[in-house]
């Protein structure tokens, strides 16, 4: 039997030690976190490896070995956080202070509070002494907060053993939360696609006591207009329907999924509860952020030109290539020139698995009114470098959320509750001994 009290107890060390690891993304520094998991896996005679990208940007791999029966699972993580200004927390970001029921700290949710989770899930695999029936192994990575160039994506061109010849994949990306009294898991299986796009526009340089009709500024201010003038249809992928279907369940509200006019429902619904929730309506659309302008360097002198990027976010079903040629005959300007900075297409694993049906099941062993839904990420995540190669991953971090805690993500005060780290350590154990297919 498990005591889960103890369990508890070493969960909540784990997040403390973690957290007062300073990985802030640059520089990294995710090697001493590396380090501390491998002799916590020492301890527990689990073998881990440690893989450096570069000098400090630990990467570490430990691992259960399996009977063979099935393909591996892993569990994955990323060690760096992003910056946190102490000046403006009400706690020490890497204090690790516990206060009102609260760990606090950078990483509590992104994402070293799962890692924690899944450190104990591999405990306790080991400590019951059963042999699972596929490898289980845990990847804790550097530089996701990046790009993860000396992370996932590095460590995936190493040949590491099992890595890409998992069948599944467990990570961050799904997070739950209460709806109407019922608890309702989000469990990422598709993420939006990425298109970052820069254009520039040029004007006529010279004294800026003598105005000119060809302002490259005010031609740009035109141009981005134009996008703050958009209204983009609504696009439903089948995770998207998944997801209005699950939460229209939730709230008790009847939709039929054999209606000829589905989707016309699904839209309705979402407008109608969900107008203000920027995570649901992300889902729904194509988006662009105009982020960054670029212009002149003197107060004096009018700029011979003006860039501006823009952070364009694909629905499954949308190309980057087919959304640029979309984004020009939206500006409608041939002077523009265009330059790509980055592309990724939008992936989706599929829900009919048996790991979808274990994670569905386990949240509702440890709370019986529980929902699972499938869930379209507006953001990137290291899930996509598995999915893309064929591996079915899904982001799935067993807690309840309110949107002001979610909000505290890479934010002020990041936190999270001791109930949501006892709970979610074992909902995450029962997932893992499910598909390890141990008792």
């Not at 992370?151 to 994949?169: I, S, T």
């Not at 939360?177 to 520039?200: D, F, I, S």
């Not at 035109?222 to 703050?228: A, F, V």
Request: net charge negative; charged share 20%; proline share 5%.
């Amino acid at each position: 039997m498990i005591n889960w009290e103890q369990v508890n107890q070493e969960v909540r060390q784990l997040l403390i030690d973690l957290i007062k690891i300073n990985t802030t993304n640059p520089p990294g520094n995710e090697l001493e976190a590396a380090k501390y998991l491998q002799a916590v896996f020492e301890r527990e005679g689990i073998d881990s490896t440690i893989y450096e990208a570069m000098p400090g940007r630990g990467n570490l791999v430990a691992r259960i070995p399996g009977s063979g029966q099935a393909r591996p699972l892993v569990l994955m993580a990323h060690l760096d956080v992003v910056a946190a200004n102490p000046a403006q927390w009400s706690h020490d970001p890497f204090g690790a202070e516990i206060d009102d029921g609260y760990i606090w700290g950078r990483g509590a949710i992104d994402m070293k509070g799962m890692l924690a989770m899944e450190t104990m899930a591999l405990l306790l695999l080991k400590r019951s002494g059963q042999t699972p029936g596929r490898e289980i192994i845990l990847a804790a990575t550097a530089d996701e907060e990046a790009g993860s160039e000396q992370g996932l994506e590095w460590l995936l061109k190493q040949d590491v053993p099992g890595l890409l010849d998992a069948e599944y994949v467990i990570n961050e990306g799904g997070e739950g939360k209460l709806e109407g009294g019922v608890p309702v898991y989000a469990c990422q299986n598709g993420e939006k696609g990425v298109l970052w796009v820069k254009m520039k526009v040029r004007g006529i340089p010279g004294h800026a006591s003598m105005p000119s009709s060809d302002n490259a500024i005010i031609r740009m201010a035109k141009l981005l207009s134009r996008i703050g003038r958009y209204k983009p249809a609504v696009s439903l992928s089948e995770t998207a329907r998944g997801f209005l279907s699950g939460m229209a369940q939730a709230k008790g509200v009847r939709i039929s999924p054999d209606s000829a006019n589905l989707d016309y429902s699904l839209r309705l619904f979402a407008a109608r509860h969900f107008k203000n929730e920027r995570s649901v309506q992300a889902m729904l659309y194509n988006t662009i952020s105009p982020t960054i302008i670029r212009a002149g360097e003197k107060t004096n002198v009018l700029p011979e030109a003006c860039e501006a990027t823009l952070d364009c976010r694909l629905t499954p079903g949308e190309t980057p290539e087919g959304f640029l040629g979309k984004l020009k005959s939206l500006i409608n300007d041939a002077s523009v020139e265009w330059e790509i900075l980055q592309e990724a297409e939008p992936t989706e694993s599929p829900i009919n698995t048996e790991l979808f049906a274990i994670i569905r099941n386990s949240a509702q062993t440890v709370n019986p009114k529980a929902l699972t839904v499938p869930y379209l990420s507006p953001g990137a995540t290291d899930s996509r470098h598995f999915r893309k190669r064929g591996i079915t991953a899904y982001g799935f971090f067993p807690v309840i959320l309110s949107e002001t805690e979610l909000q505290r993500m890479h934010g002020i005060d990041e936190r999270i509750s001791l109930t949501n780290l006892h709970q979610g350590i074992r909902i995450l154990y029962e997932v893992v001994k499910g598909i390890a297919g141990v008792c």
